[in-house]
Structure formats: structure tokens, C-alpha cells
């Protein structure tokens, strides 16, 4: 079975300020694609960027990175420049090919201080 | 806009009360899925729906059962409501795994 591991539970950054946060995965399987999401205090689950496990490029969206080491089996998520906007809760999540079930980890709860 | 209504958005049910939480998507997506979610613990499959006509457990599936309807809907069912289920419920689907779409999600209170 696979499983998602967020390990900081809180995370603060200062506007303006690059801030990173983890996710590591334990899975088996060599295909597979690892997925963030942004849940802001109203509530909703926004996504944010994909990693498939044989793309070459780390995945970039705007202000999005996602700093993919296979060896380790770690996905972290890259900020740039924080706005306040960016408060809100992050989950990692993975499903592995041929299966269309994401698991989830339980978030990272990030507050960016003005 | 295109994308995953849910409804009612906030609900309040005594223990033993049942009720039907509705999921509707127009995005012409296959899979369909149930999640709730609770402090500290992230997202949990209750129930996912593959494609029409097929439904599966998830990891958290006793005291739920779900039907999906047709293609574009995916309703979830507390038979006899709990005080252990009172979460924020969460549809989203999919096409073929690339990217999940959720809806707004429904705040379930039993009390």
C-alpha cells in the first residue's frame, strides 16, 4: 500500500521569502504521479502542480516548483516569493499508474507573515 | 462554470438520522470518488466510483453506501448518522487519474 508522509505539520514564512515544504512517499510501484493541492481557510482543494514519476523536468507552475528526488522518494514543494495568499493548508498526494485513487498525507498548515 | 457541485454545503443531523449528500459533475469525467475529511488525518477515500455503473470501497467505507446514478452524478448515503461521521465530506472526479477536480465539500454535524 502506498503512503504520503508530511512531516511538518506547521510552516511559517515570511512574505516575500521562498519556503519548502516536504512530502515523502513509500510505494513500490516504478509509475506513478504525485499531485499537490492547496486548501485556503474557505475551504475548497485547489490543485497546484503534477510530478509523473518518468518526467524528466522537475514540474514548474508559476510560482510552483516541485523538487522531485526519486531515490529518496520525496516531492517537495517549492514556494517562491510567498504572498499572503499562500496561507492555507498543502496536501501531497500520489496514485500510482494504472490506478486512478490518489492517497493523500494530512498537510501542512503554511502561514506567510507580512 | 465547469467543475463539481456539491449539495447541501452544511448539514446538522441527529444520531440515527439518515441523509443523502449529492455530487454532480459536468466535466464528462469517468471517476467519480468520496473523501472526508477530519483534523489532523488529511483526505480519506470513503467510497470511488471507477466509472457509471461500477462503485468500490475506500479505506473508511462502513456506515456509507453510495449510487452512482449516471455518468455525471455520485451521491453518498449515511443510513443511520453517527456522531464518529461528523466531517467535512469532499466529491471530486477525475479523467483517467490526471488532475481531480473537488467540489466546495459539506460540513456534517452529528449530534
Known amino acids: 500500500a502506498q503512503k504520503i508522509t508530511q512531516t511538518q505539520p506547521g510552516m511559517f514564512v515570511q512574505e516575500k521569502e521562498a519556503v519548502t515544504l516536504d512530502c515523502t512517499y513509500d510505494?513500490?510501484?516504478?509509475?506513478?504521479?504525485l499531485f499537490w493541492y492547496k486548501q485556503p481557510s474557505s475551504g475548497e482543494m485547489i490543485f497546484l502542480i503534477y510530478?509523473?514519476?518518468?518526467?524528466?523536468q522537475n514540474a514548474t507552475e508559476g510560482r510552483y516548483s516541485l523538487n522531485f528526488q526519486k531515490a529518496r522518494k520525496s516531492a517537495n514543494l517549492v514556494i517562491s516569493a510567498s504572498q499572503l495568499g499562500d496561507s492555507a493548508m498543502y496536501f501531497c498526494?500520489?496514485?500510482?499508474?494504472?490506478?486512478?485513487?490518489?492517497?493523500f498525507g494530512r498537510g501542512t498548515s503554511l502561514i506567510v507573515h507580512p | 462554470n465547469a467543475g463539481v457541485t456539491q449539495t447541501p454545503k452544511f448539514q446538522v443531523l441527529k444520531t440515527g438520522q439518515s441523509m443523502t449528500l449529492q455530487c454532480a459533475q459536468d466535466?464528462?469525467?469517468?471517476?467519480m470518488y468520496w473523501y472526508r475529511q477530519d483534523p489532523g488525518m488529511g483526505l480519506r477515500l470513503i467510497y470511488y466510483?471507477?466509472?457509471?455503473?461500477?462503485?468500490d470501497k475506500g479505506e473508511v467505507p462502513n456506515g456509507y453506501n453510495v449510487s452512482r446514478l449516471n455518468k455525471r452524478e455520485f451521491s453518498l448515503r449515511l443510513e443511520s448518522a453517527a456522531p464518529s461521521q461528523t466531517s467535512v465530506y469532499f466529491c471530486?472526479?477525475?479523467?483517467?487519474?490526471?488532475?481531480?477536480?473537488f467540489g466546495s465539500g459539506t460540513r456534517l454535524t452529528v449530534v
Open positions: 466535466m464528462n469525467h469517468n471517476s
Open positions: 466510483s471507477a466509472s457509471e455503473g461500477t462503485t
Open positions: 510505494t513500490s510501484d516504478q509509475s506513478y504521479g
Open positions: 510530478q509523473g514519476s518518468y518526467d524528466e
Open positions: 471530486a472526479s477525475s479523467e483517467q487519474g490526471f488532475g481531480y477536480t
Open positions: 498526494a500520489m496514485r500510482k499508474r494504472g490506478s486512478y485513487i490518489p492517497t
